[in-house]
């Protein structure tokens, strides 16, 4: 099954080859949504606003509250008892065992937050404003900012392993690649990208902005594509 959210609280689910409305209960602005099953599904939007799926047979969504009022931006979760929820000003509120806490940047930045995704207990990376990218490696309640190669806003983030992330942003700039964590670098789609980047298999930076796909398929020079699909890895412009 594949959900998707968006305006006046739209809730869509994806199964048997056709979509449907589900009942959210809610008019707000819905922006992300992730789920570890069809029985555990989850949708953030502004004003704090979380949603959750428990896979009932009527399809309603019911509220579960965040302890903020700020916009929610996007959310993920290392598995089914512990998620990320991240949003305007900072926000990164974290949902484990049935508890609420609050977590920080180490730099006291507090920029919009639009994109989280990370490996279980390892590495977990969001990304937003300002180029901002952040990073927890699974302790404490502090995120730690990584050195970024734009200053325009970044709008998604994705990978196969803590050792190769995407994220993807406003400019065609700022498509950026990490080949280890320490080290962000451009690859320069071109075009504009104001959702999200996901995929499958491992990827390999070459010189001249180009990018190897697994079984070796040959490079793709992205400033000719406003979008591509090389074997199961798609990257796609929203």
Known sequence: MIYAVGDGG?????KDGAWSSMTSLTDVQLNGVWGSSGSNVYAVGVEGTIRR????VAGTWTGLSSGTTLALRHVWGCS?????????EGTIRRYKDGSWSSMTIDTGIHPQLTGVWGIPSNSVFAVGQQGT???????????TQMTSPTTKDLNGVWGSSASNV????????DFVFVQSVTSWVDVKPGGEFHGSVAGSGEVELFPGSSLMAPKDLGRVNFPRYRWMRVDTYIIEQH
């Open 10 to 14: 739209t809730i869509l689910r994806y």
């Open 53 to 56: 799926y428990d896979g009932n």
């Open 80 to 88: 089914a008892t512990d998620i990320f929820f991240v949003g305007d």
């Open 133 to 143: 990218i952040i990073r927890y490696q699974g302790s404490g309640s502090v995120w």
């Open 166 to 173: 995407f994220g993807v942003g406003k400019n065609m700039e």
